[in-house]
């Protein structure tokens, strides 16, 4: 199984960068896709979350109205598009393979992700 993050950058306040997530070595179908976010100092934070099979997603409300999560089943991808990037998004951005994509899932009260790509860093300067 690998997870391969790119797309992230420095970009400006206001500004927008698209991430992937490359996936490999397993059924992309029966498997959820989510996206985490972690900066020192915080706790990892998940953002979008979607089913592979079906494209049900849910987002953490830091995010709603300006980061959209999309997957591209025939290239086994998903993007990630951020667009009103704010000081606070700034962070190293992971996808992982999960199990579950709900509310609670991008509030961390449990954690049953199982594989992690390296991580790609989005740094919003204002």
């Known amino acids: 199984v690998q997870l391969v993050e790119s797309g992230g950058g420095l970009v400006q306040t206001g500004g927008s960068l698209r991430l992937s997530c490359a996936a490999s070595?397993?059924?992309?179908?029966?498997?959820?896709i989510g996206w985490f976010r972690q900066d020192p100092g915080k706790e990892r934070e998940g953002i979008p979350c979607?089913?592979?099979?079906?494209?049900?997603?849910y987002y953490a409300d830091s995010v709603k109205g300006r980061f959209t999560i999309a997957g591209a089943n025939a290239k086994n991808t998903v993007y990630l598009q951020m667009n009103g990037l704010k000081a606070e998004d700034t962070g190293v951005y992971y996808c992982?393979?999960?199990?579950?994509?709900?509310?609670?899932?991008?509030?961390?009260?449990?954690?049953?992700?199982?594989?992690w790509g390296q991580g790609t860093q989005v740094t919003v300067s204002s």
């Open positions: 070595g397993f059924s992309f179908d029966d498997y959820v």
């Open positions: 992982a393979r999960d199990w579950a994509c709900s509310p609670a899932r991008m509030l961390g009260v449990f954690d049953i992700a199982d594989y």
């Open positions: 979607i089913y592979n099979n079906n494209g049900e997603s």
